[in-house]
């Protein structure tokens, strides 16, 4: 059973930083990339961007620039460093694999994520 604690979520003004943090189970983490989901009221959840087991990263165009994902192989974690914060950002937040590697491996799991709320 997968294992995913998010934290580092809290309310900011917009134009703030936060920096999540995620540490999930080994045998989430050593599967490969892991990325960061956000869920905001009525809407899908989405993944936000994602980096792989060697730190290349990928991100939606709408936080490019302002987000920067990394990871610690050693420790499995997984962090989102969000800087410019608006308040279309405002979401729980969650740490997962991208969408292929759960599908591929049948993971289901989410952790309880970690809220940020981004005030105007």
């Known amino acids: 059973q997968a294992q995913l604690v998010e934290s580092g979520g809290g309310l900011v003004q917009a134009g703030g930083s936060l920096r999540l943090s995620c540490i999930a189970s080994r045998s989430v983490f050593s599967l490969g990339a892991m990325g960061w989901y956000r869920q905001s009221p009525g809407k899908q959840r989405e993944l936000v961007a994602h980096v792989t087991y060697s730190g290349q990263t990928k991100y939606i165009d709408s936080v490019k620039g302002r987000f920067i994902v990394s990871r610690d192989n050693d420790k499995y974690m997984v962090y989102l460093q969000m800087n410019n914060l608006k308040p279309e950002d405002s979401a729980v937040y969650y740490c997962?694999?991208?969408?292929?590697?759960?599908?591929?491996?049948?993971?289901?799991?989410w952790g309880k994520g970690t809220v940020v709320t981004v005030s105007s």
């Open positions: 997962n694999p991208p969408p292929a590697t759960m599908s591929v491996y049948g993971l289901e799991d």
